[in-house]
């Protein structure tokens, strides 16, 4: 007698803890689960962010590095992607002057970590994550590409 009272008892624990661990269900687009939601929104901020401080710096940095180092190229950032807050941030740029779009790349990947602590300071960021240039690639070529 005990012991069916005991192998039922298991038995509704496994299915509460079944019940539990299963993901919070999504209505539409909406997300239910607060922590998921809370990341998303951390990363919308921090991308915002991102986004203006690299703008400032690419814009209104010191002569050494926009003209000595990048010879006086004007870049925009277009977007900036993650899949979380402290990831690597793919910094998306398209090139507005007539330079080598090799040679940019090169000296962008050469200039990353500066630009990371200067963004730190500007934008006053505790923990900075990483971040790497990626050009540009517009939908229309990629599918031109694709064709």
Known sequence: LESRFRSRIRQQKLENARIVKQP??????LITDPIERHVNRRLVR?????HA?????LTRNTAQIL?????????????VRAKRPRATQEIHYSLTSDHDPAWVQKQLDVLAPKLRSQLALKVNMGQT????????VRAEEIRRANL
């Not at 994550?129 to 540009?136: E, L």
């Open 129 to 136: 994550p990483a971040i790497r240039f990626v050009p540009h």
């Open 67 to 79: 003209y000595e180092f990048l010879n006086g190229v004007a870049i925009s950032v277009v977007k």
């Open 24 to 29: 919070a269900p999504r209505v539409g687009d």
């Open 46 to 50: 921090q991308r915002e962010k991102i």
């Open 53 to 57: 401080g690299l703008e400032e710096v």
